[in-house]
């Protein structure tokens, strides 16, 4: 299997990101990236030699690679998902390759010397920006290109200490969910880049309607039976397959270079004004002899070679590479002038796509202004801290007294499975036979298999409910509670009573943390699992986009925790006050949170009983 075919490997990314974390301690890392002065001092000595025996320690490690094996091992790699199907990577509804590899250490020392200038003059968030976005799209490893990436940028743009919150997140950022901290992907600014060089390179104007745009398969696609299988097979994936981009350049350039091109295209006019140009696969073929196919392929790679250079550079020296055409005054339709320009916009949406991804909410009004408008953060003193965590320690308490006396009952589940599956087919088909139906059941018989459930597990769901009326009497009794409610599911068929029996209850501290009681797992997960961790931020939404502080009746419940809360709840005793990362802004009277990308979200139902 050639390296292009294979999926992306799964791999312990956890544990490897351990593994680096101690070769940062090797490398005295807090020495070298602990200010900006050491960084440049450090970088200033470095020889390129020496960058890329880093990049490729960093990489071999990420990826549990033996020292004797790691380097430069992406040849003819292309971006593919997990699952071994290619990506929709960079734009592309196909797979995108990268440079090939015997031009990617050309293009490595071209960045290098390139970060090496920018930290030089001190601009270290711009080397990091150039570093990880040239290790993304020269791509030099078959894997952990994004991992690599996101290392230098940390080092470069971060004061590296060492200390314990600093090594967590740079565990995260390398673990498998790093791009949602930091992902440096040259594939949005794709497009800019292709438009760059249609327009000075080939000097295609983009609004000029006697010019092709793409390469048009209209008509077939007949390659020369003299030509090699090996040159068809590339010609189809790079030329054919890239029809709009780099295939299309390099088919363009030939045809022009060798004055083949008037005859290879075709324009369609109206009034006698040209409407549009097509070049079309078939008619380009009509022009090629077998020996042109590898000259079509070498200029493909020249343009892939050029298009990476020209991200490089216009990153480090943006004001040489303005998006220009003869009808859009020097920008593009965002207003932006520059391709690096289009390329910060686009880590910005990036990063605000991965927000999105884990908050509850559009948060798009707040997000251009997040620098800008005030903000306040949650912080919880040690006292409620060791509150929270006496509650936990009484539940625990009561749960294992519930799991013991089901234990102690010796309850057949096994049987009342069987028991419950086989009474509840014969009433599904007696509704469905009474009713001439075949599938669906009638309301009245969703209600009466709900009542042969609790008929026939009453003897284990009373242990439990027994204890859950102890638990609601203990934390009814505490005076910490800001307010309690239930929410409830749109199960329409159940009565009111029997709805209450799988409604969820929530109790919420003064400062917004808040406990439910998942009552709906009562029967297969007992006590032990009704009862959920206290989490770090409750709030309500109602109508789509109206956040409050305060539940109302229909407001559906939204819970923000991060792994740091939950695990802080463990903790014997609190020596310091938790401070939350999640953020609440107030605009216009409008409430929007920002919790962290590596949080986890509980979307409740509807609140349905508001007791306090």
Not at 292 to 306: A, R, S, V
Request: proline share 3%.
């Amino acid at each position: 299997m050639k390296k292009f075919e294979q999926p992306i490997a799964e791999l312990p990314r956890d544990r490897q990101s351990e593994k680096l974390v101690l070769f940062m301690d090797k490398l005295h890392a807090t020495e070298i990236f602990s200010t900006p002065e050491s960084k440049q001092e450090f970088i200033e000595s470095l020889t390129f030699e020496q960058f890329q025996r880093f990049t490729d320690a960093v990489n071999g490690l990420l990826r549990d690679i033996p020292l004797h094996e790691r380097g430069a091992d992406g040849d003819s790699v292309a971006i593919m998902t997990k699952d071994g199907s290619m990506a929709k990577a960079f734009n592309f509804d196909k797979p995108h390759y990268p440079p090939r590899q015997q031009d990617k250490e050309a293009l490595s020392q071209e960045m290098f010397y390139l970060v090496k200038r920018l930290v030089q003059e001190g601009d270290l968030e711009t080397a990091g920006l150039l570093s990880a976005a040239g290790i993304n799209a020269i791509h030099q490893y078959m894997d952990g290109n994004g991992r690599t990436s996101r290392l230098i940028y940390f080092l470069l743009t971060e004061n590296y200490t060492g200390d314990e919150e600093q090594v967590e997140e740079l565990k995260k950022i390398l673990g498998e969910e790093g791009r949602l901290y930091i992902d440096i992907n040259p594939g949005p600014v794709d497009r800019e880049i292709k438009e760059y060089i249609a327009f000075n390179k080939l000097g295609i104007h983009p609004e000029d309607d006697k010019y092709p745009r793409y390469l048009n398969s209209f008509g077939g696609m007949r390659l020369d039976e003299r030509v090699s299988e090996d040159v068809k097979l590339n010609f189809k994936r790079h030329i054919i397959g890239d029809a709009s981009g780099y295939g299309f350049f390099a088919a363009y350039k030939f045809l022009e270079d060798n004055n083949k091109l008037e005859r290879a295209i075709t324009q369609f006019k109206e009034g006698g004004e040209i409407v549009r140009t097509d070049l079309r696969i078939v008619d380009m073929l009509k022009e090629l002899e077998p020996e042109d196919y590898e000259k079509i392929l070498e200029l493909y790679w020249q343009f892939k070679k050029e298009g990476c250079s020209l991200l490089l550079n216009a990153i480090a020296k943006p004001e040489d590479y303005l998006l220009a055409s003869p009808r859009s005054m020097h920008k593009n339709k965002r207003g932006e002038r520059t391709i690096k320009e289009a390329f910060l916009r686009s880590v910005d949406d990036g990063y605000k796509k991965s927000f999105e991804e884990v908050n509850a909410q559009n948060i798009s009004d707040i997000w251009d202004e997040r620098d800008s408008l005030p903000f306040s953060e949650q912080s919880i003193s040690i006292e409620d801290l060791n509150q929270l965590r006496e509650v936990n320690k009484v539940l625990k308490g009561i749960a294992d007294e519930e799991k013991h006396e089901r234990e102690f009952l010796k309850f057949d589940m096994k049987k009342a499975e069987e028991d419950f599956d086989e009474q509840r087919k014969q009433l599904s088909q007696a509704d469905l036979q009474k009713r001439g139906k075949i599938e669906g059941l009638s309301d009245e018989a969703e209600r009466e298999i709900f009542e042969l459930k609790q008929k026939i597990y009453k003897p284990i769901l009373d242990i439990s409910r027994k204890y859950l009326d102890k638990v609601t009497a203990y934390l009814d009794s505490l005076d910490i509670w800001k307010t309690k409610f239930t929410t409830r599911s749109s199960i329409g068929y159940l009565t009111e009573t029997q709805q209450e029996l799988t409604d969820s209850i929530y109790y919420v501290t003064q400062g917004g943390q808040s406990l439910r009681l998942k009552k709906y797992e009562l029967l297969t997960e007992g006590l032990g699992g009704v009862i959920q961790p206290f989490t770090e931020k409750i709030f309500f939404i109602k109508n789509e986009d109206e956040t409050s502080d305060e539940p109302e009746a229909g407001s559906n419940v939204v819970e923000y925790y991060t792994k740091e809360f939950i695990s802080i709840q463990k903790e014997d005793g609190a020596q310091s006050e938790f401070k939350s990362k999640i953020r609440r802004y107030e605009k216009d009277s409008k409430i929007v949170y920002l919790n962290p990308v590596d949080s986890s979200i509980h979307k409740g139902y509807g609140v349905n009983k508001i007791f306090k």
